[in-house]
């Protein structure tokens, strides 16, 4: 009898979803996700390879920038398909050897996921293949404290991420979970933020007649509250 090997089928976790779990061997030791990071956020993104130049440049900037990610609350893990080996080799390379801007000496102690399987990238829906069926995309999963994924951002193999937005959406993200707010276009840190919409007709007339020198609205439905 002929026998016929299928490949798992995964879908793609969507925003509001439980990210996948999964246990991995990294350049930081194992890991068990996502019990071992359960009251963080977390930032799990991908990159097509070691030993590649715009990867060089970001591993380069999320160490640089790690402290302030740690000051949010907020743990870093990457992934590639390479092996174990090949990571620490490419760290090692990066800390040793490559100057970039105003960084150099950039020593990554974050955790980078061995994934020759492809298990965790497939779960994911890292590989993307009109893209590569070897290499993962460069992709982007804000998870928070409890286990959801909250922002989705993928980027082609030829372009590097923007580090300055990973740290805005997760600043945005907690400003509206404490606060039960939104963030307007463009927001950064200390603008003004949005008051959900009236629910009924009375409450939006008493918004636009507020004396509340901490809120003002554009219209009925358009309200903000000042920082």
């Known amino acids: ?3 016929h090997t ?6 793609m976790p969507l925003i509001g ?8 061997v990294t350049t930081q030791g194992k890991i068990n996700f996502p019990k071992d990071y359960e009251g963080k956020w977390v930032i799990l993104f991908s990159h097509p390879a070691d030993f590649t130049p715009v990867c060089t440049t970001e591993f380069m900037t999320f160490a640089k920038m790690q402290e302030e990610f740690e000051a949010l609350n907020t743990k870093l893990i990457g992934l ?8 620490i080799a490419w760290l090692r390379t990066i800390k040793e050897k490559i100057k970039f801007k105003d960084m150099e000496n950039m020593d990554v102690t974050f955790p980078l996921i061995e994934d020759i399987t492809m298990e965790v990238s497939k779960k994911f829906g890292m590989i993307q293949p009109n893209q590569s069926n070897t290499q993962a995309v460069r992709a982007v999963f804000v998870i928070d404290p409890k286990g959801k994924v909250r922002t989705i951002l993928y980027y082609p193999l030829s372009t590097g991420r923007n580090f300055d937005e990973l740290r805005r959406i997760i600043i945005a993200l907690q400003k509206t979970d404490n606060e039960g707010v939104a963030t307007p276009a463009d927001w950064r ?23 509340d020198e901490n809120m003002y609205c554009l219209d009925w439905f358009m309200c903000f509250k000042k920082e």
Request: charged share 35%; aromatic share 4%; no cysteine.
């Open 6 to 11: 299928q490949e798992k089928a995964y879908q």
């Open 189 to 211: 840190e200390g603008d003004d933020v949005i008051i959900p919409p009236a629910s009924t007709s009375k409450l939006a007339e008493r918004r636009i007649k507020s004396d």
């Open 80 to 87: 590639s398909v390479d092996s174990l080996h090949s990571h």
């Open 17 to 24: 979803d439980d990210a996948p779990s999964f246990e991995a």
């Open 1 to 3: 009898m002929e026998e």
